[in-house]
């Protein structure tokens, strides 16, 4: 196999896999990896076989279902009744996109040998994800708790010629699939069942993707607050690199200098100024700003972790015995969803208010950024529409991880609900990258009012490119219109 990127005995940093998954680089193993899967699955068969031993999931039942022994000749069709009696989960279908990046980190998790797969079970597995065959996996139906049984079954359904896949962007059953294809199935023997269910790669493609975002959506916030700053004719003094050292906090210290790099050859400090302070959504941008900056690189370490961890449940061990653990239990990843969901939500929250300044009529600005108010109402709904936002994110901020349902008659007694938490952090971010591009379109068009001023040059290039897109338009229009392509400008330009 000719694969893009061959994943060496090590561990993969978060950019590697962002790389790889956006990419859609073709993968590989090194030989030695394959040495150790195959090792590890020798090491499994011969405990097997020899016998006496209940080893939980290889040769018992699951969950509450722990103490009741199988016998041999039925251990592989345990394995297919835990993938089929797991498959229930509900709501819409996640993207092919994410579910590409679970395949993944499916992989990688599988890749360390731990779990005791066969090496053509893995096999199969690449050569889905190479050839663009991506499994259908309902979003809903995952408690974080003996890992993400729900939706990483939907995942494992096409190794036994079931469930669906997306060929060509488009979604056929497996069995359909293998029809036309040469592609042969490896079925599932002893263990593989639950090495592939129980893991957290679907909490953890959640928060990958939440991470990713998250760091484009702050560099984002930076320049559409820097271009706030200067329709707002705000003073420069609470930028001053002094001020950020005495804090001491990292983040902070950072979107300071990269917001005063934005406004490099401002003219903001050259005007006459009656005020002498300004209001905290644009004083304390540092300080917010700088704070999520510093959550988002928490949480980005803690996915880190992750993904060359191995969650599957028991384990071979280096002494070559199988134990039980809970390593399945997707705690760290809940936490950081949350905490990820509470620090970006305030970003939203920040922006609106420096939105709201922008139209409220002052500063030389006219009443929502109209030059005929009562006739045209200009902006003042645009704020509204921000606002509903920045109010359902604060909702979708309660944290997930505080919650737990007991399940499997009390022997899953405690649950992470990790996957709701990573849910609910994408819908926040989402709402996120629509808010900030109406305070770049508010911004821009408080900008017109300032006829004969200049912006320094970075800002002034994007002002200028923007405005080739979208043109000020004197009289009420229709702000949606507006939405999609802002959103693009700015992912495409700001980066």
Known sequence: MNANVIIEDGDLCLEDIIRIWKNKQSIDLANPLWQTVGNCRSTLEKLISNGGESIYGINTGFGSLCNTIIPEFELDQLQYNLVRSHACGTGNHISKDSSRLVLLLKIISLSKGNSCIRTETLKFLIKLYNEDIIPVIPEMGSLGASG??????????????????????????????????????????????????????????????????????????????????????????????????????????????????????????????????????????????????????????????????????????????????????????????????????EIGSISERRLYKLIDGNRGLPEFLTENPGLNSGYMIVQY??????????????????????????????????????????????????????EWMTATRAWNFRYNWQLGPILSHLVSEYNKIIPYKKDDHIPSDDYLPTIEFLRNLIK
């Not at 359904?157 to 490896?186: A, C, M, R």
């Not at 921000?386 to 405690?414: C, F, M, R, W």
């Open 385 to 438: 529409s921000a606002a509903a936002l920045v109010s359902i994110n604060k909702q979708y901020a309660t944290p997930s991880a505080v919650d737990s349902i007991v399940t499997s008659k009390g022997q899953e007694d405690h649950v992470s609900m990790a996957a709701n938490a990573g849910i609910k952090c994408l819908k926040i971010i989402s709402n996120i990258r629509q808010v900030l591009a109406m």
């Open 148 to 345: 993400d049984l729900a939706p990483l079954a939907h995942l494992s359904l096409p190794l036994i010629g079931e469930g669906f896949v997306w060929k060509n962007d488009l979604i056929i059953s497996t069995k359909d699939f293998l029809q036309s294809s040469d592609i042969k199935i490896p079925g599932l023997k002893a263990k593989e069942g639950l090495a592939l269910l129980n893991g957290t790669q679907y909490s953890l493609s959640l928060l990958v993707d939440a991470c990713n975002q998250s760091l484009e959506l702050i560099t984002q916030a930076n320049y559409i607050a820097s271009l706030s700053m200067e329709a707002y004719d705000v003073t420069l003094d609470f930028l001053h690199p002094e001020i950020h050292q005495m804090r001491k906090q990292t983040g902070q210290i950072q979107t300071a200098n990269n917001i005063l790099n934005i406004l490099r050859d401002t003219f903001l400090d050259k005007r006459s100024k009656l005020m002498v302070q300004d209001p905290y959504s644009f004083r304390c941008i540092p300080q917010v700003h700088g704070a999520t900056l510093d959550a988002v690189n928490y949480v980005c370490s803690i996915a880190e972790k992750e993904i060359n961890a191995v969650t599957d449940n028991p384990v071979l061990l280096s002494d070559a015995t199988i134990k039980s653990g809970g390593n399945f239990h997707a705690q760290p990843l809940a936490l950081c969803a949350d905490f990820l969901s509470i620090a970006l939500a």
